[in-house]
């Protein structure tokens, strides 16, 4: 009831690949790299520019248009005098 030896684990590697099919593992594999990829994008800073290692703190833009045609501004409250 120890830890599984290194044929154990190739005995289950082959299993797997029986029954899943090289291919679809290595879509599998590509989805996933992909995945990891973009969540590490999406974690970038977007102020910040490349090659920057010390990264100021700049004024937004007031007004960014994303890809996807959607406009991001930024509210501001009317004072009423």
């Not at 290194?6 to 899943?20: D, G, K, R, S, T």
């Not at 599998?28 to 995945?35: H, M, R, S, T």
């Not at 290692?53 to 930024?74: F, L, M, W």
Request: glycine share 12%; hydrophobic share 45%.
């Amino acid at each position: 009831m120890g830890s599984f030896s290194i044929w154990h684990w190739l005995i289950v590697l082959v299993i797997v690949a029986l029954i899943f099919g090289t291919k679809k593992i290595r879509n599998i594999g590509a989805d996933l790299g992909g995945a990891v990829k973009g969540f590490k994008e999406g974690m970038k800073d977007p102020n910040a520019k490349e090659g920057d290692a010390n990264p100021t703190a700049e004024a937004a833009p007031a007004q960014r248009v994303a890809s996807n045609g959607t406009v991001d501004v930024q509210a501001k409250e009317k004072s009423s005098i």
